[in-house]
């Protein structure tokens, strides 16, 4: 929130990020609807936390 | 972390690909052996022995049982992972460009080039487990190239299996159903030669590479472009990480123009973009040649480089790299806790 105020170019840039991310969430919750309908089940990759390599 | 260099190809390498639990990684080029791998030491595992040309592509089954091999002396094979056992052999008109298992059904794909009069074509073969050495060598379906298109050379199965998504040498992808065959849509998005395509891991959406320079995010149903990554050499490979929201591209310049530069401005990088903002966050240096082909390890944890140096190099990421995440990102996260 802090960043927003900075100046307009960042705010500018932020909001078009946050566009971004909601137009990309938006698409995969329909794409996931539709594989649903189609009974298509996916595996998903585990969380990171059982992955990261120390 | 340092990247592991995996030694023993004495020519270019032209895929490189993990199998289903990471374990593994098959690798082949031009010097017309494949090689198996263990990919937490990169210890070679073995060898495929038996083809005569360049090896254009490999694929690995479900299972990690069995591998295809497509190649340059106008053959595709079947081996036996564990055994390294050439099982079986398809003697085809043309070199075989890109092979691949349909992941949920008994089948085979290839694009076969097109060369001396053939115009190339895509051909899907029935599996038979139960009898390996012994495959049908008529095709359960052949899609010749359509007029007015040129070559796909690269293939691949949507989710389901329900498409098979071909990319071809003048910048157009298509899309045919699998059941049948039947053409079903077309979309010029590159100005140049498709050089790769790799499927997200639902298989909705893929990633495509290509000379022009760029790669492109494109949508399995409605065929759009979701998005462009930008670049300064052409692309030979791309790929979707899982669990972070990247994609990874390979490339640099051209072999053929190699020699005229030195190996700091030849751009040979993995380049990382951030999938859905599209900006480039980073580089991965090391190869002294353009990159051929990018993998990642199924899980995420890491990603292997097929170089034209003749190396594979395998890197495990670091935890800064599963922290990073942009401002937005955080605060979107937050508000949905």
């Not at chain 2, 036996?80 to 008109?93: D, H, I, P, Q, R």
Request: charged share 25%.
């Amino acid at each position: 929130q802090d960043a927003m105020e900075a100046s307009e170019a960042t705010k500018e840039l932020i909001l078009n990020r946050r566009r971004l991310l909601e137009e990309w969430s938006n698409y995969r919750a329909s794409v996931e609807r539709k594989l649903q309908q189609l009974n298509i089940k996916i595996d998903v990759s585990e969380e990171v936390e059982d992955i990261i390599i120390e | 972390m340092r990247p592991i260099l995996l030694k023993g190809h004495e020519r270019s390498l032209t895929q490189v690909k993990f199998n289903k639990e990471g374990d593994l990684i098959l690798s082949v080029g031009k010097d017309t052996v494949a090689s198996i791998w263990y990919s937490f030491n990169g210890e070679r595992l073995g060898t495929l022995k038996g083809h005569s040309g360049t090896i254009w592509t490999i694929d690995v089954s479900e299972d990690s049982k069995l591998a295809i091999t497509g190649s340059a002396d106008f053959s595709a094979k079947l081996w036996n992972v564990e055994t390294g056992e050439c099982l079986f052999t398809w003697s085809l008109e043309t070199p075989v460009r890109r092979v691949e298992f349909n992941p949920y059904k008994d089948e085979i794909l290839m694009a076969i080039d097109a060369v001396m009069g053939f115009n190339g074509r895509i051909l899907v073969f029935k599996l038979n487990k139960d009898n390996l050495s012994e495959q049908s060598t008529e095709p359960i379906l052949d899609i010749p190239t359509r007029k007015d298109f040129v070559k796909a050379m690269i293939v691949g199965y949507s989710y389901g299996g329900k498409y098979i998504v071909a990319g071809h040498q003048d910048g157009v992808i298509s899309k045919y159903d699998a059941e049948n065959g039947k053409f079903m849509a077309s979309e010029k998005i590159h100005e140049k030669q498709i050089t790769d395509i790799q499927f997200s891991e639902d298989r909705t959406y893929f990633i495509t590479s290509s000379k022009d320079k760029t790669a492109c995010l494109v949508d399995t149903d409605s065929f759009k472009v979701l998005k462009t990554y930008e670049t300064d050499a052409p692309m030979n490979s791309a790929t979707i990480t899982p669990v972070k929201d990247f994609v990874v591209l390979g490339g640099g310049q051209e072999a053929r123009d190699v020699t005229t530069t030195s190996a700091k401005q030849g751009k040979f990088e993995a380049r990382f973009f951030h999938k859905v903002f599209q900006d480039e966050i980073g580089r991965v240096a090391g190869h002294f040649g353009p990159l051929n082909y990018v993998a990642m390890h199924p899980n995420g944890s890491g990603y292997a480089s097929g170089g034209e140096d003749g190396f594979i190099r395998l890197h495990y990421f670091e935890k800064h790299y599963f922290d990073f995440k942009y401002d937005v990102e955080l605060t979107a996260n937050s508000s949905l806790a």
